[in-house]
Each structure stands twice: as structure tokens, then as C-alpha cells.
């Protein structure tokens, strides 16, 4: 093993983690994580907008509830935004050590909400997504889907588990029309990258999604 002869294997794989509001994704990205360290691979964990001092700041901009007027562009460039600084000082110099880094959300979700959600333009997200993320792809994207009103119940129960109850966001408290234009967004783009998705019913205990999700990511990893 690795870690005994304490020569450690590079594995520099990029896998990120997406779905719609209350999907549990951000609980099985902590679980990853546990079972990666367990095996002495090294990894990052991270999300966007929030993976840098930049993206928090930017994430206060794009998340105010008073920020109702925001409007679709500007969120687009926005989160773009946030992108550049986390490839380019995050995800690129963790996978230059060789490390796994394992992101929660990343371009999938621009493509899903500002493109099928606020119904931007593709091609003009492809040109600034692509200049952002230095057409940094994942190799791995887990699809955590289920139905929107079930997640929604569950991001709900979540802020209401806050101090402050009123806490749901500028996306959360959209239309329910909304966030099921994001969650066929996913899986239309899903059904066009077939290679690099996995679905995972995120409609069951949080135990056997995490077995699927350590099932998919073994197999990249010991590819
Ligand atoms: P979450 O990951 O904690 O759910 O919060 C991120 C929110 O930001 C979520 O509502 C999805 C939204 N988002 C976009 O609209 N576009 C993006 O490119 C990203 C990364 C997130």
C-alpha cells in the first residue's frame, strides 16, 4: 500500500458534485472526503462561488435576498467570476500535486440555472464559462437528482434548522417552475455527456447513496 512504503500515488482526478436545491450533495461530498482520507489519497474539497476569499465576497453579491433586482447577466458574469479565481488558484494548482479534488457545483450548475433556469443564451455561457474555467473539465460529474418538491421540503427543513429561519436564499426562494427547468437542464446535459455523468437516485437513505457514490469514484480512481 502507498502510504506504507510512504511513497503516496498521484491520482490528480477532478470530480464535482451537482443537483437541485436540497439534493444532499454537500453530505456526501463530507462522506467522500472521509472515505478518500481513509485510504491516504490526497484531496481537496471545495465548492463554488464560496471556494475562495474572492467567490465568498462575490457569493454575498449573487445570494442577498435585497438582490432581487440582480439581474440574469450580471449573476452569469458573476459566478464566472468567482470561477476564474478558483480554477486558477484552487482546482489547478491542487491538481498540478497530483490530488483529488472533489468540488461542489462547478460550470454543470452555470449551464443548469443561468442557462435552462434564467434562459441565457448556451453558446454565449460556453464562451465565458470556457474562458473562466481555462476549459478545466471534470472527469467525473455525480447527478444527484430527485424530485423538486422533495428537495425543496428538505432545503427548507434545513433553513429552518438556522438561527435565522427566514434564511433561504435568492434561488431558493424561486418559482417551483424554476428548479424544474434546472433539474431537466441536468439531465439534458447529462444525456450529453454520458461518459463523464453518473446519475444517483438522491431519493433514499444517506447510506446507500454514498455507496454509490464511493463505487464511482474507486472505479475512476483505479483507472
Ligand atoms: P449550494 O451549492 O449550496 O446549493 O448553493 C449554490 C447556489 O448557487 C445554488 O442555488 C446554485 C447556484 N449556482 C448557480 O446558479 N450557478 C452556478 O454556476 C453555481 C456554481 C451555483
Redesign the pocket.
Known amino acids: 500500500m502507498a502510504f506504507l512504503t510512504g511513497r503516496i500515488k498521484p491520482v490528480n482526478k477532478f470530480i464535482t458534485f451537482e ?1 437541485i ?3 444532499g ?2 453530505t456526501q461530498i463530507e462522506l467522500a472526503v472521509a472515505y478518500l482520507r481513509e485510504k491516504a489519497i490526497p484531496c481537496v474539497v471545495t ?4 471556494g475562495t476569499d474572492i467567490g465568498m465576497k462575490i ?1 454575498d453579491i ?2 442577498k435576498r435585497e438582490h432581487g433586482h440582480l439581474c440574469a447577466e450580471a ?2 458574469l458573476l ?2 467570476a ?2 476564474a479565481q478558483h480554477v486558477r488558484t484552487v482546482i489547478q494548482p491542487a491538481l498540478r500535486e497530483g490530488k483529488v479534488v472533489l468540488c ?11 442557462g435552462a ?2 434562459g441565457l443564451d448556451r453558446e454565449i455561457i460556453r464562451i465565458i ?1 470556457d474562458y473562466s474555467a481555462v476549459h478545466t473539465r471534470p472527469d467525473l460529474t455525480l447527478l444527484f437528482d430527485l424530485p423538486v418538491e422533495a428537495g425543496l421540503k428538505r ?1 427548507t427543513a434545513r433553513n429552518n434548522r438556522l438561527d435565522d429561519p427566514a434564511a433561504s ?4 426562494r424561486e418559482t417551483l417552475e424554476f428548479h424544474r427547468r ?1 433539474r431537466e437542464g441536468y439531465l439534458e446535459i447529462l444525456k450529453n455527456s454520458p461518459e463523464r455523468f453518473r446519475l444517483i437516485d438522491a431519493d433514499r437513505n444517506i447510506d446507500a447513496i454514498q455507496e454509490d457514490v464511493r463505487r464511482h469514484i474507486s472505479a475512476l480512481i483505479k483507472q
Open positions: 443537483g436545491e436540497g439534493s450533495k454537500s465548492r463554488e462561488p464560496t457569493a449573487l445570494f449573476e452569469l459566478f464566472c468567482a470561477r461542489d457545483r462547478f460550470s454543470d450548475a452555470t449551464y443548469a440555472y443561468q433556469g434564467r464559462n432545503a436564499d435568492r434561488f431558493e434546472i
